[in-house]
């Protein structure tokens, strides 16, 4: 997440007693949600040979099939690990062959937690589809939707800043058990903007919100992220929620760390 505030009072405030708060999590929007492991991700397991089964023929499909072999392509050429196939294959068709090599592609990089562009765009896709029937909900934080409400109503702009794809951001927040809660933020960024571990990403968005990067906060529950956002000049808080990865005592010691969005306040008295 991030709050922009262009009044600079708020900010100089912050930056000054490094209260900088910008969210996130280390494996899926971890600073507003509980559900990302425990249900959006195994979801997309138990779900995803079904999903491209029924869906095969169908040409959004078709253009995640087709970015996810980009990425193969993209991991060959850069020489990383791929994933291994799992099955004997034979005795199958052509189709079920082809639908067996993308599920080991698609659950191996979600076992390395990768969070490439193709991975999420079809992950976004099988949620829309279970948000539309119900299957699942958005299960925000109870502080978060409170929190938010009172820093926009105090002038900030916030925005979400996910690895998750735009759309499926738009999904979590707009069927959450609050209900849809879009109306919380300025606008969405994802990986089509860089990766959230390259201090470069933080540049562009800070360039797009139009706003001084020292004049920005970002919220966040993965060290990595926070490190980058930081040498772009951001300031940041990281986030500690139940289940997320533990940090070190030399991390602990260098950040700002909350466990409730209801710490921080405008004023800077986190
Ligand atoms: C947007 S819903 C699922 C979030 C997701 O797929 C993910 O990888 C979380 O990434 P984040 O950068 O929000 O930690």
């Known amino acids: ?105 698609v659950l191996w990089q979600m076992a390395s937690d990768r969070k490439s562009t193709a991975l999420k765009q079809l992950q976004g896709h099988m949620w829309r589809a279970a948000y539309a029937a119900g299957r699942i909900k958005g299960e925000v934080y109870q502080d978060v939707v409170p929190s938010i409400r009172r820093w926009r109503r105090q002038g900030l702009k916030v925005y979400i800043y996910s690895s998750g794809s735009v759309e499926a951001q738009k999904l979590l927040f707009g069927y959450s058990v609050e209900g849809d809660v879009l109306d919380l933020f300025d606008g969405h960024f994802d990986t089509n903007i860089g990766t959230k571990v390259e201090s470069k990403s933080y540049v562009r968005i800070a360039e797009r919100m139009g706003c001084p990067p020292e004049e920005i906060m970002f919220l966040t529950d993965v060290t990595r992220e926070a490190k980058a956002a930081e040498d772009a000049g951001v300031n940041v808080a990281v986030v500690v929620r139940p289940g997320n990865m533990e940090l070190t005592e030399e991390e602990r010691s260098h950040y700002n760390l909350i466990t409730t969005f209801s710490q921080l306040e405008v004023n800077g008295s986190a």
């Open 1 to 105: 997440m991030w709050l922009c505030r262009h009044l600079g009072l708020l900010f100089r405030q912050w930056h000054s007693k490094h209260r900088c708060l910008w969210r996130h999590q280390s494996r899926g929007l971890g600073n507003y949600f509980k559900v990302s492991r425990d249900i959006l991700f195994p979801y997309i397991k138990d779900h995803l040979e079904e999903y491209l089964s029924a869906h095969w023929e169908e040409d959004e499909c078709k253009q995640d099939v087709h970015l996810l072999k980009k990425q193969v392509e993209e991991d060959l050429r850069l020489h990383r690990a791929c994933a291994q196939h799992s099955l004997d294959q034979s005795g199958h068709t052509d189709e079920e062959k082809a639908i067996r090599e993308v599920v080991d592609n």
